[in-house]
């Protein structure tokens, strides 16, 4: 019943940007971080951005200065602001959001994802 739509993924031009959105539904309970991870073709998931509650981001070496994660509690939605796009970046995109259960745990939720292609 938790769904996580993306939006904003597509194809551009090695040097321009993209932002990605993800907006949580399903839920009246209160989401914890929230984050993006891609999947390369060939390779594993990796671990893109993070952002906790209070909006605290972390960053994977390979997007830091260039990528920026943000989020609208009011709208738990958390955004992936990408700049300076190269085709190492090429990849499906994710989204997570951790949701606390009261009291006792929390649950991981991904969207489907969402293509990103870097390309001349």
């Known amino acids: 019943q938790v769904q996580l739509v993306e939006s904003g993924g597509g194809l551009v031009q090695p040097g321009g940007s993209l932002r990605l959105s993800c907006a949580v539904s399903?839920?009246?309970?209160?989401?914890?971080?929230m984050g993006w991870y891609r999947q390369a073709p060939g390779k594993q998931r990796e671990l893109v951005a993070t952002?906790?509650?209070?909006?605290?981001?972390d960053y994977a070496m390979s997007v830091k200065g260039r990528f920026t994660i943000s989020r609208d509690n009011a709208k738990n939605t958390v955004y992936l602001q990408m700049n300076s796009l190269s085709p190492e970046d090429t990849a499906v995109y994710y989204c997570?959001?951790?949701?606390?259960?009261?009291?006792?745990?929390?649950?991981?939720?991904w969207g489907q994802g969402t293509q990103v292609t870097v390309s001349s």
């Open positions: 997570n959001a951790d949701i606390w259960i009261p009291y006792s745990k929390y649950e991981r939720h």
């Open positions: 952002i906790t509650s209070g909006g605290r981001p």
């Open positions: 399903g839920t009246s309970f209160s989401i914890n971080a």
